[in-house]
Protein backbone atom coordinates (compact mmCIF):
# COMPACT_ATOMS: atom_id res chain seq x y z
CA UNK A 1 0.00 0.00 0.00
CA UNK A 2 2.98 2.36 0.48
CA UNK A 3 3.23 5.14 2.45
CA UNK A 4 -0.06 6.96 2.46
CA UNK A 5 -3.21 6.54 0.32
CA UNK A 6 -3.20 4.60 -2.52
CA UNK A 7 -4.61 5.57 -5.62
CA UNK A 8 -6.11 4.17 -8.44
CA UNK A 9 -7.26 5.14 -11.56
CA UNK A 10 -8.25 4.70 -15.10
CA UNK A 11 -8.63 6.93 -18.06
CA UNK A 12 -11.23 5.41 -20.48
CA UNK A 13 -9.57 7.31 -23.47
CA UNK A 14 -12.01 7.43 -26.64
CA UNK A 15 -13.96 4.73 -25.49
CA UNK A 16 -17.24 4.60 -23.76
CA UNK A 17 -19.79 7.21 -25.45
CA UNK A 18 -22.20 8.60 -23.07
CA UNK A 19 -24.61 5.66 -23.15
CA UNK A 20 -22.43 3.43 -22.22
CA UNK A 21 -20.72 5.86 -19.79
CA UNK A 22 -23.23 5.85 -18.24
CA UNK A 23 -24.01 1.86 -17.44
CA UNK A 24 -20.24 1.56 -16.47
CA UNK A 25 -20.59 4.85 -14.20
CA UNK A 26 -23.56 2.87 -12.48
CA UNK A 27 -21.81 -0.01 -11.88
CA UNK A 28 -18.80 1.49 -10.10
CA UNK A 29 -21.04 3.45 -8.02
CA UNK A 30 -22.04 0.11 -6.39
CA UNK A 31 -18.27 -0.93 -5.70
CA UNK A 32 -17.73 -0.92 -2.17
CA UNK A 33 -14.11 1.26 -2.05
CA UNK A 34 -11.57 -0.21 0.71
CA UNK A 35 -10.04 2.13 3.10
CA UNK A 36 -7.30 4.04 1.93
CA UNK A 37 -7.57 3.89 -1.61
CA UNK A 38 -8.95 6.80 -3.92
CA UNK A 39 -10.22 5.39 -6.97
CA UNK A 40 -10.71 7.94 -10.03
CA UNK A 41 -11.85 7.79 -13.74
CA UNK A 42 -11.56 10.22 -16.38
CA UNK A 43 -13.86 9.73 -19.11
CA UNK A 44 -14.14 11.30 -22.31
CA UNK A 45 -16.13 14.93 -22.56
CA UNK A 46 -19.38 13.62 -24.28
CA UNK A 47 -19.50 11.40 -21.08
CA UNK A 48 -18.14 13.60 -18.18
CA UNK A 49 -20.92 15.13 -17.09
CA UNK A 50 -23.23 11.70 -16.28
CA UNK A 51 -20.79 10.04 -14.81
CA UNK A 52 -19.69 13.21 -12.84
CA UNK A 53 -22.96 13.23 -11.54
CA UNK A 54 -23.73 9.11 -11.04
CA UNK A 55 -20.64 9.51 -8.66
CA UNK A 56 -21.36 13.08 -7.15
CA UNK A 57 -21.54 11.67 -3.64
CA UNK A 58 -19.10 8.48 -4.06
CA UNK A 59 -15.75 8.23 -3.23
CA UNK A 60 -14.60 7.84 -6.86
CA UNK A 61 -13.36 11.25 -8.87
CA UNK A 62 -13.85 11.64 -12.00
CA UNK A 63 -11.85 14.31 -14.51
CA UNK A 64 -11.67 15.85 -17.58
CA UNK A 65 -9.12 14.02 -19.80
CA UNK A 66 -7.99 17.74 -21.46
CA UNK A 67 -8.61 21.18 -21.20
CA UNK A 68 -7.36 24.64 -22.90
CA UNK A 69 -5.60 27.54 -20.38
CA UNK A 70 -7.91 29.82 -21.68
CA UNK A 71 -11.51 30.22 -20.18
CA UNK A 72 -13.36 31.37 -22.59
CA UNK A 73 -13.05 32.19 -26.37
CA UNK A 74 -12.02 31.94 -29.93
CA UNK A 75 -10.58 28.14 -29.50
CA UNK A 76 -13.06 25.83 -32.08
CA UNK A 77 -12.89 22.24 -30.64
CA UNK A 78 -11.37 22.92 -27.25
CA UNK A 79 -13.27 22.71 -23.26
CA UNK A 80 -12.44 25.64 -20.61
CA UNK A 81 -11.40 24.85 -17.42
CA UNK A 82 -15.21 26.51 -16.27
CA UNK A 83 -16.65 23.87 -18.39
CA UNK A 84 -15.26 20.98 -17.07
CA UNK A 85 -15.85 22.32 -13.60
CA UNK A 86 -19.27 22.69 -14.28
CA UNK A 87 -19.65 19.54 -15.10
CA UNK A 88 -18.58 18.47 -11.86
CA UNK A 89 -15.10 16.94 -12.06
CA UNK A 90 -12.49 17.10 -9.45
CA UNK A 91 -9.54 16.71 -11.67
CA UNK A 92 -7.89 17.24 -15.31
CA UNK A 93 -5.64 14.90 -16.85
CA UNK A 94 -2.77 17.02 -18.47
CA UNK A 95 0.33 16.35 -20.93
CA UNK A 96 -0.48 12.58 -21.92
CA UNK A 97 2.12 11.20 -24.38
CA UNK A 98 -0.48 10.85 -26.94
CA UNK A 99 -1.46 14.54 -26.91
CA UNK A 100 2.00 15.15 -26.76
CA UNK A 101 2.93 13.20 -29.63
CA UNK A 102 -0.25 13.54 -32.14
CA UNK A 103 -1.83 17.13 -30.98
CA UNK A 104 1.61 19.25 -30.07
CA UNK A 105 1.55 19.52 -26.16
CA UNK A 106 4.61 20.71 -25.09
CA UNK A 107 6.21 21.43 -21.67
CA UNK A 108 4.80 25.02 -21.82
CA UNK A 109 1.51 24.79 -22.77
CA UNK A 110 1.39 22.08 -19.70
CA UNK A 111 2.21 24.77 -17.36
CA UNK A 112 -0.34 26.96 -19.06
CA UNK A 113 -2.83 24.43 -18.34
CA UNK A 114 -1.77 23.39 -14.95
CA UNK A 115 -1.86 26.82 -13.68
CA UNK A 116 -5.75 27.37 -15.60
CA UNK A 117 -7.03 23.90 -13.29
CA UNK A 118 -5.41 25.21 -9.92
CA UNK A 119 -6.99 28.61 -10.61
CA UNK A 120 -10.12 26.57 -11.26
CA UNK A 121 -10.11 24.65 -8.35
CA UNK A 122 -9.40 21.41 -10.41
CA UNK A 123 -6.66 18.60 -9.15
CA UNK A 124 -4.24 18.60 -12.07
CA UNK A 125 -3.28 14.92 -12.80
CA UNK A 126 0.24 15.84 -15.03
CA UNK A 127 1.67 13.15 -17.17
CA UNK A 128 5.58 12.71 -17.67
CA UNK A 129 7.35 10.38 -19.43
CA UNK A 130 10.46 9.27 -21.46
CA UNK A 131 10.95 7.83 -24.85
CA UNK A 132 12.02 4.80 -25.99
CA UNK A 133 15.05 6.94 -27.18
CA UNK A 134 15.90 8.93 -24.09
CA UNK A 135 15.78 5.68 -22.22
CA UNK A 136 18.15 3.87 -23.98
CA UNK A 137 20.83 7.28 -23.53
CA UNK A 138 20.21 6.78 -20.02
CA UNK A 139 18.86 10.23 -19.96
CA UNK A 140 14.76 9.53 -18.44
CA UNK A 141 15.98 10.85 -15.00
CA UNK A 142 16.99 14.54 -16.86
CA UNK A 143 13.94 14.51 -19.05
CA UNK A 144 11.13 14.03 -15.99
CA UNK A 145 13.10 17.00 -13.59
CA UNK A 146 12.21 18.93 -16.90
CA UNK A 147 8.79 18.12 -17.14
CA UNK A 148 8.41 18.57 -13.49
CA UNK A 149 10.15 21.81 -12.95
CA UNK A 150 8.82 23.34 -16.51
CA UNK A 151 4.72 22.14 -15.49
CA UNK A 152 5.10 23.30 -12.20
CA UNK A 153 6.52 26.87 -12.89
CA UNK A 154 4.55 29.24 -11.35
CA UNK A 155 2.65 27.18 -8.94
CA UNK A 156 2.03 29.21 -5.40
CA UNK A 157 3.68 27.47 -2.41
CA UNK A 158 -0.20 26.55 -1.08
CA UNK A 159 -0.93 24.92 -4.64
CA UNK A 160 1.04 21.97 -4.31
CA UNK A 161 -0.90 19.75 -2.71
CA UNK A 162 -3.62 20.31 -4.97
CA UNK A 163 -0.92 18.20 -7.62
CA UNK A 164 -0.97 14.79 -8.59
CA UNK A 165 1.85 13.76 -11.03
CA UNK A 166 1.97 10.41 -12.79
CA UNK A 167 4.97 8.62 -14.43
CA UNK A 168 4.01 7.06 -18.23
CA UNK A 169 6.97 5.48 -19.89
CA UNK A 170 5.78 6.57 -23.30
CA UNK A 171 7.45 3.08 -24.31
CA UNK A 172 5.19 1.11 -21.80
CA UNK A 173 2.46 2.57 -23.06
CA UNK A 174 -0.61 1.09 -25.30
CA UNK A 175 -0.89 -2.42 -26.52
CA UNK A 176 2.66 -2.91 -27.89
CA UNK A 177 3.98 -1.21 -24.20
CA UNK A 178 6.24 -3.80 -21.85
CA UNK A 179 6.20 -3.45 -18.24
CA UNK A 180 8.84 -1.26 -16.78
CA UNK A 181 10.95 -3.31 -14.17
CA UNK A 182 10.15 -2.61 -10.61
CA UNK A 183 13.19 -0.99 -9.53
CA UNK A 184 13.74 1.16 -12.55
CA UNK A 185 10.20 2.63 -11.60
CA UNK A 186 11.47 3.49 -7.93
CA UNK A 187 14.29 4.51 -8.89
CA UNK A 188 12.50 7.09 -11.24
CA UNK A 189 9.97 7.93 -8.59
CA UNK A 190 12.64 8.53 -6.39
CA UNK A 191 14.34 11.25 -8.56
CA UNK A 192 10.85 12.81 -9.36
CA UNK A 193 10.38 12.94 -5.13
CA UNK A 194 13.74 14.55 -5.31
CA UNK A 195 12.58 17.32 -7.96
CA UNK A 196 9.53 18.23 -5.57
CA UNK A 197 11.68 18.68 -2.82
CA UNK A 198 13.45 21.18 -4.87
CA UNK A 199 10.55 22.81 -5.79
CA UNK A 200 8.25 22.65 -3.09
CA UNK A 201 10.33 21.81 0.24
CA UNK A 202 10.17 18.25 1.94
CA UNK A 203 7.45 18.15 3.25
CA UNK A 204 5.01 19.17 0.82
CA UNK A 205 6.44 16.65 -1.41
CA UNK A 206 6.25 14.04 0.62
CA UNK A 207 2.61 14.67 -0.15
CA UNK A 208 1.99 15.23 -3.54
CA UNK A 209 1.38 11.73 -4.77
CA UNK A 210 3.14 10.36 -7.51
CA UNK A 211 1.52 7.66 -9.57
CA UNK A 212 2.74 4.72 -11.97
CA UNK A 213 1.29 4.16 -15.51
CA UNK A 214 2.35 1.81 -18.20
CA UNK A 215 1.26 -1.70 -18.88
CA UNK A 216 -0.10 -2.03 -15.27
CA UNK A 217 -2.52 -5.17 -15.11
CA UNK A 218 -3.87 -7.07 -11.92
CA UNK A 219 -0.56 -9.24 -11.75
CA UNK A 220 1.51 -6.24 -11.30
CA UNK A 221 -0.32 -3.54 -9.89
CA UNK A 222 0.34 -4.58 -6.33
CA UNK A 223 4.00 -4.52 -6.87
CA UNK A 224 3.60 -1.05 -8.73
CA UNK A 225 2.13 0.30 -5.55
CA UNK A 226 4.15 -1.18 -3.00
CA UNK A 227 6.93 0.35 -3.82
CA UNK A 228 8.52 2.98 -1.49
CA UNK A 229 8.12 6.08 -3.80
CA UNK A 230 4.45 5.06 -5.79
CA UNK A 231 1.65 6.39 -4.53
CA UNK A 232 -0.56 4.25 -6.55
CA UNK A 233 -1.25 3.18 -10.48
CA UNK A 234 -3.04 4.37 -13.27
CA UNK A 235 -4.34 1.69 -15.69
CA UNK A 236 -5.25 1.72 -19.14
CA UNK A 237 -7.57 -0.95 -20.37
CA UNK A 238 -6.84 -3.34 -17.95
CA UNK A 239 -9.21 -1.31 -16.30
CA UNK A 240 -11.64 -0.01 -18.58
CA UNK A 241 -14.27 -3.36 -17.53
CA UNK A 242 -15.42 -2.45 -14.44
CA UNK A 243 -14.55 -5.31 -13.16
CA UNK A 244 -11.10 -4.78 -13.94
CA UNK A 245 -11.08 -2.07 -12.06
CA UNK A 246 -12.17 -3.02 -9.41
CA UNK A 247 -10.23 -6.30 -9.11
CA UNK A 248 -6.80 -3.86 -9.29
CA UNK A 249 -8.45 -1.82 -6.74
CA UNK A 250 -8.90 -4.87 -4.52
CA UNK A 251 -5.60 -6.10 -5.39
CA UNK A 252 -3.74 -3.36 -3.84
CA UNK A 253 -5.97 -2.55 -0.98
CA UNK A 254 -4.84 -6.59 0.52
Known sequence: MGRRTAWVGTSWKMNKGPAEAVVAARALAELSIP???????????????????ILRDKNILVGAQNMHWENEGAWTGEVSPPMV??????????????????????????????????KYGLKPLICIGDTQEEYAFNVTNEVLARQVKIALHGVKAHEFENILLAYEPVWAIGEKGRPAEADFVQNCHEQVRQTLIELAGEETAERIPVLYGGSVNLENAPHYAALPDVDGVFVGRAAWPVAGFKAIIESIAT
Open 85 to 118: KECGAALVELGHSERRTYFGETDQTVNLKVLAAL
Open 35 to 53: PHVQPFVVPPFTSLKDVCS
